[in-house]
């Protein structure tokens, strides 16, 4: 195939997910728990990661076997519980960055009850300042948080050598729904979140810009999910 994307129609598309899920290691039970619950629980539910996406990061955590893992942008804690159910092996560090005092609360009392405190580190505040104050490096780093912020995310790891000679950041979300490519290219993103996803569309297309132009780095951007980002070292 010469193209990168299927041209899924939306009902298409909705069959294709569930295809790939059903055909996929399912995720563990507790994740599968904690998914429901924030579906259930908070009405921007949407903000955390599907479940296939939640095999996706157990089955990238298992092949890469990270020592460290740095996640910006925590919400309810399920993306942490993977990247924990992910490192059983490696006993890996998880560091995970949160602002909101509901979202602080919601994912504390997560770690809490399934006993992944040993682990995962919550630091609360703005990601910005936190990530100031990381000493050492990590293997894996999964950018999730504010869309305008990412720029000055990867470029603090990036100055601050937070990133390991063979680790790997994860942007997530790069494609903001799609408009990030253009306006036009998703029709089906309602009337109340588009302004919020058209502008982080904008910044996020500055964002991927710029960054295929840095040059200490190799970038892949990836039609998957809802756009996702690999970044590593050139050259090491
Ligand atoms: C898309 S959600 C994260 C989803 C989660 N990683 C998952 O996969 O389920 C983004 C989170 O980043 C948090 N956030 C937004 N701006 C932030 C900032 N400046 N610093 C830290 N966290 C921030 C939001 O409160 C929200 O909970």
Redesign the pocket.
Known sequence: MLGSVLPFSEEAADRVSEYCETRSTPITDTLQKHWEY?RGKFSDAD???SRL??SW?VFTANDRKPKRVL??????????L?WYEGTKDTQAEII?????P??IAASRKAFEEYGVEDRVKLVE??????LKTLTGEFDLI?V???KD?YEGYVKTILDQKLLSPNGIILC??VFARGLTIGADCAPWVNDHVRPYWLGCGQALDGFNTRLVQDERVDVVVLPVFDGISQIRWRNV
């Not at 505040?125 to 936190?130: E, W």
Request: one cysteine or more; charged letters at 20%; glycine letters at 14%.
């Open positions: 924030t903000k955390m990661s996406q939640g990061m996640e910006i942008g925590c919400f309810s804690g399920y993306s942490a993977a995970t960055l949160e602002l909101s509901k979202m505040g703005p990601a910005d300042q936190t999964f999730d948080a504010n912020g997530d979300n």
